[in-house]
């Protein structure tokens, strides 16, 4: 009798710590799907509060559609797919839809990710706000001017800074050094 009690115990013990985590993890999916559900309304917002007043229709004649999927729709190229990973000449990457610059190739780095990683930005070209795509937050960047999605930024990169700006390729363009930066378009 007394072994039968010590063994509900035991299961007792070990089921309440499985329950918690469940409802945790139902509490964390619930949030998770939320988020998701508000996040096609926060890149209206986006695009509406963005320096370049082009409609949807717009910028899809403008990029090609995996550009636009990434920036206007908060996508994700393929890890490996863009050139630009591999890209190491010295010059500037610029954003994709508007042509702000975004990046100097001196902190451009080979993460091992999959994508163009970056250390640092140039001054004024990104702002964050946090993601729960994937249920824990991560933190979002995206081009200041026309509020295009860029990347995710991460705490694990070299130093000085510490930081890894994860770019989706198809977000950006490369100009070499020597050659004339486009316009910005308006």
């Not at 035991?10 to 918690?20: A, E, F, M, S, V």
């Given at each position: 009798?007394?072994?039968?009690?010590?063994?509900?115990?035991?299961?007792?013990?070990?089921?309440?710590?499985?329950?918690?985590?469940?409802?945790?993890?139902?509490?964390?999916g619930a949030t998770g799907l939320l988020a998701n559900a508000w996040l096609p309304a926060?890149?209206?917002?986006?695009?509406?509060?963005?320096?370049?007043?082009?409609?949807?229709?717009?910028?899809?004649?403008?990029?090609?559609?995996?550009?636009?999927?990434?920036?206007?729709?908060?996508?994700?190229?393929?890890?490996?797919?863009?050139?630009?990973?591999?890209?190491?000449?010295?010059?500037?990457?610029?954003?994709?839809?508007?042509?702000?610059?975004?990046?100097?190739?001196?902190?451009?780095?080979?993460?091992?990710?999959?994508?163009?990683?970056?250390?640092?930005?140039?001054?004024?070209?990104?702002?964050?706000?946090?993601?729960?795509?994937?249920?824990?937050?991560?933190?979002?960047?995206?081009?200041?001017?026309?509020?295009?999605?860029?990347?995710?930024?991460?705490?694990?990169?070299?130093?000085?800074?510490?930081?890894?700006?994860?770019?989706?390729?198809?977000?950006?363009?490369?100009?070499?050094?020597?050659?004339?930066?486009?316009?910005?378009?308006?």
């Open positions: 009798m007394q072994g039968a009690h010590l063994k509900d115990n035991l299961i007792c013990t070990r089921l309440i710590p499985k329950d918690r985590m469940k409802r945790r993890l139902l509490m964390l926060y890149a209206r917002e986006k695009r509406e509060a963005s320096l370049i007043n082009k409609t949807e229709a717009e910028w899809k004649k403008l990029l090609p559609t995996d550009s636009y999927r990434v920036l206007f729709d908060d996508g994700t190229e393929p890890a490996g797919s863009s050139a630009l990973n591999r890209e190491m000449r010295t010059g500037t990457f610029i954003c994709a839809a508007c042509h702000l610059p975004l990046f100097d190739s001196a902190t451009k780095y080979e993460s091992g990710t999959g994508w163009p990683s970056f250390f640092d930005h140039l001054p004024g070209a990104l702002a964050t706000r946090r993601d729960f795509k994937l249920i824990w937050p991560r933190t979002e960047y995206h081009c200041t001017r026309c509020g295009g999605h860029q990347g995710h930024v991460f705490e694990d990169g070299p130093k000085p800074t510490g930081l890894r700006y994860c770019n989706n390729g198809v977000a950006l363009r490369f100009i070499a050094k020597g050659e004339g930066l486009p316009e910005l378009r308006t």
